[in-house]
């Protein structure tokens, strides 16, 4: 069985720091493709992607503030955040794809107080 699990959320002031980590897992083709996130209210969003030949995007919003890297050897990826803002605030979601399939993990709170 696929399992995406994510872990590293939690309240954090306005220009503090986060890395979350995402580890997969129940299948030799899984491929963590990125992390997404949803505000109340919002549709999901695409944070930060990476291809299978590290190659990242990022959105806008967070270019230059967060990056993401994976470790192919753990079958994990992570993202780290810095000089997070109020409206960083969401619940983050991993991506992975196995033989074709999408696969999400079942999120991180993430919590910017000003």
């Known amino acids: 069985q696929v399992q995406l699990v994510e872990s590293g959320g939690g309240l954090v002031q306005a220009g503090g720091s986060l890395r979350l980590s995402c580890t997969a897992s129940g299948s030799i083709s899984i491929r963590i493709l990125g992390w997404y996130r949803q505000a109340p209210g919002k549709q999901r969003e695409l944070v930060a992607g990476i291809t299978s030949g590290g190659t990242t995007n990022y959105a806008d919003s967070v270019k230059g503030r967060f990056t993401i890297s994976r470790d192919n050897a753990k079958n994990t990826a992570y993202l780290q955040m810095n000089s997070l803002k109020p409206e960083d605030t969401a619940v983050y979601y991993c991506?992975?794809?196995?033989?074709?399939?999408?696969?999400w993990g079942q999120g991180t709170q993430v919590t910017v107080s000003s």
């Open positions: 991506k992975g794809s196995s033989w074709g399939n999408p696969y």
